[in-house]
C-alpha cells in the first residue's frame, strides 16, 4: 500500500554513509520522489519511529547496522510501511537470500553502475503502483509454504489468493480472471500434471502463465510440465530471490499477452469495420498479382456493372479495363513507380464511363501486386463540358473545377491505404501502428472531403463567420492531411514556425490555399526520379506588423521563366490534363486576395538544408492576422 503524503509523491528514505553516492542516487531518481537522505546511522531507529510511516521505500546500506539482519528489517516493519532495498559493498548469498526470505525488494552492490541501480529502481516502483491489478493463485498443499509465497507476493503488491488442493484452486480459477498461476505438482487429490491436462481441456491454458513448483526435480515430471503448458518450474525449497524474479517474469509475460490480445480485437474490430467502410465509399478497388486480378470490392463490381466479384476475378488487367489508352496501358504494365491519371471503362451495359485511376504497386510477403483505385467522374467530366461551353471565369465553373481538383487526391489516398490494409490482413502482415497510422489518414481524408463542399458553399456566399484560430494548428491540419501522400513519395517537410501567430478570419479558406500550393509542390517533386534526388518543402512563418507572412518553398527546380507570371491564371497549367485543371492556383490567388485581404507572389530562389543548396519555386503569402 502506497503513504498518503500532501504531495501524494512516492516518498523515499536512503540510508548511507557515503554522502556523495546517497546524493547521486536522490539527484538520479524522477521529481515525482520525495528523497531524503541519512547519512548518521545512530539516528536511524529515532527517525524511523518518528517518521517511519511517511516513507514507501527505504534504500539502506544493512552491514552498517548492529542489529542481526531479521532484526534490523522486523524494526523497520515494525514501525513502517515502507519496503526495503538493500544496498551492500559484498555478495554474501547465503545472507543475500535470507534479505529476500525476510521482505526485502531487492538488492544492489554499491560498486554497480549507479544508473543501472536508479532503472531497475524506478521499475520496481512502478510495479509496486500496479502490482495490485495482478492476481496470483497458489495451490499447494502446504500451509507453511502459501503462507510464505504469500507474504512475499503481497510484499511486493500483488493480489494473492491460495488453495490447498486441486478442486479448491480449479474452483478459483474459473471464478477469477489470474495473471499467474503457481502449481505445486504434488497435491492431496490429483498430480499437477492431471490439474495442466483439466486446465487444457477447458481451454485455459493459455490465459495465464503458469509456475510450477514441486520438491522433485524428476526430469520426466518437468518435461511433461513444459509439455503441457508451463511457463517455468522451480524446485523447492526454492532462493528466494530466483523464485521473486521468476514471478515478475512471468507476470510482465501474463501483461504482454494481455495487452497483445485487447490490441488484436481492436485491430479486428477496426478490421470489420474498415471492411465495411471499405464496400461503403464512392470508389473502387482491385487488387492484381502478375496482371491477373486476385481480389476487389463491391463497389468496383457496381461500378462495371457485375453482379458478383467472381465475374472478375482471376481476369486479366485489360480485359477488365479494355478501353484504357495505349500509353496509359504502358503506364499501368511499369511497375517501377505509380500513376494517376484519367480515362474511360466500359460498364457491362455498353456505357462508357469517365474515370480517374490512381494505381500503387507495393510488395508484400514476397508478393508484387499493384493496387487500382477508380473514381467514377462521369458526372464531374460533363460538368467540366458544360464549363467549357460557358464562361470560364464563372463562379459555377470555379467550383465544379475545384471540387474535381480537391476531390481527387484524397479519395485516392483513402482508396490506396483502405487496399494496403485489407490486403495485409488477408494476407495475415498487417502491422499495428502501419494499420493505426492509414485509419488516422482515412479519416482525416473523409473529414477533409465532407468540409470540401461545405467550403465552396461558404465561399460562394457573403455572410461568413469569422472565427480566432492558430497559424501553426492550422499548417499541421493541411499536412496531416497529406502526409501519407508525401511520405509515401519521401517528401520531406521542414517547418520554422512562429507558434504565437493567431489569426481572425476563415480557418478553412487558409487550409485550402495551403493544400493547393503543397499539392501542386508535391506534384513536380513525385516527377523526380532517383535516390540522388532530394525532395523538401519548406514552410516558413512570421509575424511582421499584424501581417502573418507564410512562406512555402520547394526543392523541385523552380518554375520557368517564361511561365512564372501565368501560373496564377484561371485553367494555366503545365501538368498533362489528367492531372490538373489549372484552377488550383486561380483559386488559391482569389482567395488570397478577395477573401483574406492579403497578398501571394512566388519567385525561385535557393535555399540551405543540411549544407545541400537547393533550388525552387517560393510562394510568399502575406495576410492580416485580423
Known sequence: MMNDNKNNNFTILIVDENSDFSNRLKNGFSQDYDVDCLIDFDKFEDHIKKDGYKYDLIILDIVLFEKQNNDLLKFITSNSKAKVIVLSDTDDQENRDSYFKYGILDFHKRSNNIEHIISDIDELIVGLKNNHKENILVIDDSKVINYAIKYLLENKNYSVSTALNAKDGLEIIQNKQLSLLILDMELPDMHGIDVLDILRDKKLINKFPILVISGSNNPSTVRKALKKGAADFLKKPFVYEEFLLKIDLCIKSSQLQQKFKMQQKEIENSLLSFKALVDSTIEALFIFEKDICIDLNNVAVDLLGHSSKEELLEKEIFTIFSDISLQHRDELLDNSIDHN?????????????????????????????????????????QKEQMINNQSKMASMGEMIGNIAHQWRQPLTAISVAAGGIKLGYELDISDQDEVLRELDNIVENTQFLSTTIENFQNFLKNDRTTTNFSLKDTIDKALAIVSANLDSHEIHIIKKYDKTIQINGIQNDLIQVLLNIINNAADILKEKKGVDKKRYILIETDLIENNAIIKIQDSAGGVPDHIINKIFEPYFTTKHQSKGTGLGLYMTHKIVVENMKGTIDVKNEKFIVDEDQLFGALFTINIPTN
Not at 508484387?368 to 458526372?379: F, R
Open 341 to 381: 491519371f484519367e480515362d474511360t471503362l466500359t460498364h457491362k451495359d455498353g456505357s462508357t464511363l469517365d474515370v480517374q485511376i490512381k494505381e500503387h504497386n507495393v510488395q508484400l510477403d514476397g508478393k508484387n501486386l499493384k493496387i487500382i483505385a477508380i473514381i467514377d467522374i462521369t458526372q464531374i467530366k
